[in-house]
């Protein structure tokens, strides 16, 4: 039984790296893992309070310009497919950052009042009035 060429059962090894090819590597991976942390810190920082949006900013920014300066080297220097897929689909959640920001830049004072309410909640009940007023003192074309 011949098999076709290419088709054995063994791989093709890749070329070993040189040295300069071992430090891209590197540094793109290292770029890669400082984009997850400011990506998943700004998500993180956001969930906590309205009054460290400036760090949520902060972050979403940084995740923003490392997101497009490593999608650029993985694209030009051919990096890996995980490395390109999770800088594509942390440049979303960075653009959802950003939309969500905005969202509470436009209502920064009703919502700082609504967390003050909710940190104030004891009961279910007193959580559905901050609820409740929280509906009534947004603007009508919001909801």
Known sequence: MNRAPGRSGQQQAKPPLSEAGKASL??????FRTFVVSVLGAFFVYQLDVSYLW???L???ASLVLGIVLL???????ESKL???????????AAVMVLLIVTTL????QVR???ACLGRALTDRATHACMVQFQDVLPTNVR
């Open 113 to 115: 009042e609504y967390q």
């Open 26 to 31: 590197a540094k793109t991976h290292t770029l």
């Open 83 to 93: 490395v390109l897929l999770g800088t594509i689909s942390g440049l979303v959640v």
């Open 106 to 109: 436009v209502l920064f004072n």
């Open 59 to 61: 972050l979403t920014a």
């Open 72 to 78: 650029v080297r993985a694209i030009r220097l051919k």
């Open 55 to 57: 760090l949520t900013i």
